[in-house]
């Protein structure tokens, strides 16, 4: 999926293109983009989950307390603007956060674990760049209430299956666990006094992060500061035994489901929330900055951040659109709904009138059929059929009303049957 056209255009101050960063999704994008929805919603469901939508707005306060302060999302991305009464609202950047708020704001009603998943837009003020849109579609998955790994591994293998499910297989799974509150302290100050020692070798953000926010110059994707970085400590030596034996024991369920993963040091994930499992899926396809297809992982504070009891939690998020490009990056066709769709092609006005009927009657048994609103002649109306993106031509001419019959021409490569009236929307569904 390519970037929006810039503004500049001929009708209006900003001509006829959507704001930078946005996209308008024509059709074929638009099927592909719904097919990626609803195979999402299926697997999810397929693993017990339930669709929850939360609004598209929400207090700003809840991220700032939710995602961190410091974090590039809070301090350079968030879309924030004040409502006709006083109030600070944001556009949901991440779908955690307002998933964890509705949880809490509702527990009682609610099982324990609560399993859900959203399909969700989400706006971030970003470089736009192509598979980093200001707006943008996340499937995610959560799983609030329980603590044990064996969710985590659930939560990733429906990241995975789905992935793989798309035809996707130049793409690998980082791990990672980063701690909690126990052994994370011991870890920071470690990593800060390394980071002393390094400080002129980092760029300008990773030293305000150093103070800030320093297990996020670990992420950083500038060559300096990775190499100054090369040999930082590790959270993993930092764990404690009970952080320690919850990665081991997602490393083995994972092992067990037959998923693969590297162990990547590096991994810290941006936000503050996360805590031990963290994990992403990494597509060799797409490029350093946004290689990202799906990313997740714990966030057992999250509830008492939010002034919630303690409640554990764990998901994902896995951007739509990066995965069409990911599939457009490996030469894989873009998905395309399961439903054929015939045009009829009537010539003539008695045509015309039984074409009217078969496109009622192949609507009527479930089939999308669609038809020249005008006369137009044959060539015109297959053009049409083309452009339209038609499985089938239904061509009624003369000889076809005569004999009781249409000859269904196959748009894909030109071949014909002659097939009875009545037995069409059989024949379509095969």
Not at 236 to 243: G, P
Request: charged fraction near 30%; glycine fraction near 10%; hydrophobic fraction near 35%.
């Amino acid at each position: 999926m390519s970037e929006a056209p810039s503004e500049a255009g001929a009708a209006g101050p900003r001509g006829f293109a959507p704001p930078r960063g946005t996209q308008d999704l024509l059709p074929d994008v638009a099927d592909s983009m719904e097919v990626l929805g609803a195979r999402a919603a299926s697997l999810a469901r397929r693993y017990g989950f339930r669709r929850i939508e939360t609004p598209v707005f929400d207090h700003t306060e809840l991220w700032v307390r939710a995602v961190g302060e410091t974090t590039d999302i809070v301090t350079k991305e968030m879309y924030t603007f004040e409502d006709k009464g006083g109030r600070s609202l944001t556009l949901r950047p991440e779908g955690t956060s307002s998933v964890v708020r509705a949880y809490l704001a509702n527990r009682q009603a609610l099982p324990t674990p609560f399993k859900a998943y959203y399909i969700a837009q989400m706006f971030r003020h970003e470089r736009p760049q192509a598979g980093r849109m200001r707006q943008h579609t996340q499937f995610g998955v959560e799983v609030i209430g329980t603590a044990s790994p064996r969710a985590d591994v659930e939560v990733i293998e429906v990241g995975h299956r789905y992935l793989t499910h798309l035809g996707l297989a130049r793409f690998e799974l980082h791990l990672n666990s980063i701690g909690d509150e126990n052994c994370r302290p011991a870890y920071r100050e470690a990593l800060v006094e390394f980071l002393r020692q390094r400080e002129d070798r980092l760029g300008r953000e990773c030293r305000e992060r150093m103070r800030t926010n320093p297990l996020r110059v670990l992420d950083c994707k500038e060559e300096s500061c990775r190499a100054a970085t090369e040999d930082a400590p590790r959270l993993l030596e930092y764990l404690d035994d009970a952080c320690r034996r919850h990665f081991e024991e997602v490393q083995r369920g994972l092992a067990e489901a037959g998923i693969g993963f590297s162990i990547d040091h590096r991994l810290v994930r941006g936000l503050d929330y996360y805590t031990r499992t963290a994990f992403e899926f990494v597509s060799e396809v797409l490029g350093s900055t946004q290689s990202t297809l799906c990313g997740g992982g714990r966030y057992d504070g999250l509830a008492e951040t939010l002034g919630g009891e303690p409640t554990p939690g764990i998901g994902f998020g896995l951007g739509l659109e990066r995965a069409l490009l990911a599939m457009e990056r490996e030469g894989l066709d873009a998905p395309r709904p399961d439903e054929p769709l015939v045009f009829v092609v009537a010539l003539g006005e008695d045509a015309g009138r039984e074409g009217r009927s078969l496109v009622r009657a192949l609507r009527a048994e479930g089939v999308p059929a669609e038809a020249a609103l005008e006369e137009r002649p044959l060539k015109a109306q297959l053009r049409m059929a083309d452009r339209a993106g038609a499985s089938y031509a239904a061509i009624l001419g003369e000889e076809e009303l005569q004999d009781g019959v249409a000859t269904m021409r196959r748009m894909a490569d030109g071949q014909q049957e002659r097939v009875k009236l009545s037995e069409v929307p059989a024949w379509v569904r095969g």
